[in-house]
């Protein structure tokens, strides 16, 4: 049992609530972290537990099949757990994987974010590549040259950058972790263009009012997220290596009022 579980078993009492983060970790992907969510749900049965928004992804492998059995037996035994998916075609998915659970709908979680001001566009500069380098990338190493080279032919600089930290930076305080987003927002924020395969490059690029070309990654979450929360991002399933100039126009136009939130009710 790790430390975090052992502190659950025993500080947690039955009336409290738990809450477990969201993401796209939710299926055969990521097993791990299924299995440590799993853990948390079997070792508290009588508590209520809220998944936040998530994106769930199981394929048709004999292998990951075995996977969402053995969630279906442990969520299905749950009596007071809600699941929140943060696209529609996860919603379907866990209403049909997950019958005897509350399913609920909403975008993710950070776009009710509304405070994050704008830059003016005197003060932004470059390009912005925040591309996954995961199990989820899609986008082969020549792809992202060519987009340089794209970026580079259109007079404009470039650089890459992440949405997630390295483990050197754990354990993070809540002081340290306020401080890490600002500095990822202001980051964005002050870019002339992003293009990103991340769900979370898109999501930080809208709340930022940042244009942006969003690229699809292996389990298709940005148009599922983009549609909705309708976000007016335009979409791009591959980007062509000419002309970036023309394409940057086209993405500052259509992200001019890239904020516009969804309705949070449930």
Known sequence: MTKMLRCVHEFVTPEDVIFLHGGGNMGSLYWQEECYR???????????????????????????????????????RHRNLHLVARETVSYSRMR?????????????IVLSLTDQATANPADRKGVLLCMRNDAEKTTSDSAQRRLEAAVTASGESWTYTDTTVPNTFAPISKER????????????????LVITDRLHGMIFSAVTGTPCIAMNNSVH????????SR?????????????????RRRSRGACKQSTERADYAP
């Not at 890490?180 to 002050?190: I, M, N, P, S, W």
């Not at 979450?221 to 549609?227: F, G, L, T």
């Not at 976000?231 to 394409?247: C, D």
């Open 38 to 76: 799993c853990d948390i749900i079997s070792m508290l049965p009588h508590n209520k537990i809220v998944l936040f928004p998530q994106t769930i992804s199981y394929d048709d492998t004999p292998e990951s099949q075995r996977c969402l059995k053995h969630t279906q037996h442990v969520y299905g």
């Open 96 to 108: 049909e994987y997950y019958p005897n659970n509350d399913v609920r709908l909403t975008p993710d």
């Open 177 to 192: 972790g306020e401080e890490l987003v600002l500095g990822k927002f202001d980051e964005f924020r002050h870019a002339r």
């Open 221 to 228: 979450r940005h148009e599922q997220q983009q549609r909705q």
């Open 231 to 247: 976000l007016r991002i335009p979409m791009a399933q591959g980007l062509p290596v000419h002309p970036l100039r023309q394409q």
